[in-house]
């Protein structure tokens, strides 16, 4: 759903599909030179995946490449993946719009009228 609103939103989304590797994703997105990373994370392993993709991004020399996640993720955990370099933590019940207004805002900020990220809602 999380692609498709993306691309409604007339982004490029590519989609590297369940279970992928975190090297793979890390490659993915150099080769593609994507703007912002997305991952759905159900397994409860959020900090794990996380704290390894911020190495193998560091390895390939992206570490500045932005990422957000979602799924069911404990609000105990949101600031210990904002150390990891998270930017965003998206809930089940977060609107679609709010995704693709922060996407949004990561990519384009100055096409946002307001300097602050847009509104969370855990």
């Known amino acids: 759903m999380i692609a498709s609103a993306l691309r409604d939103a007339g982004m490029e ?3 590297t599909g369940l ?5 793979t994703i890390a490659q993915a997105a150099v080769q593609e030179a994507v703007d912002v990373i997305g991952l759905s994370i159900l397994s ?3 900090l794990s995946i996380c704290e390894r993709l911020r190495e193998e ?3 390939r020399s992206s570490q500045d ?3 957000v996640v979602g799924g069911v993720i ?13 930017k965003r933590v998206f809930g089940p019940e ?20 307001t300097p602050d990220p847009p509104a969370l809602h855990p």
């Open 94 to 113: 977060s609107p679609l719009e709010e995704v693709v207004s922060f996407v949004r805002w990561l990519v384009e900020p100055k096409a946002i009228t």
């Open 57 to 59: 991004l560091t390895r």
């Open 44 to 46: 409860g392993a959020h």
């Open 65 to 67: 490449l932005p990422v």
């Open 74 to 86: 404990p609000m105990a955990d949101w600031p210990l993946l904002a150390g990891l370099g998270v």
């Open 19 to 23: 279970r992928t590797s975190i090297p």
């Open 13 to 15: 989304v590519i989609y």
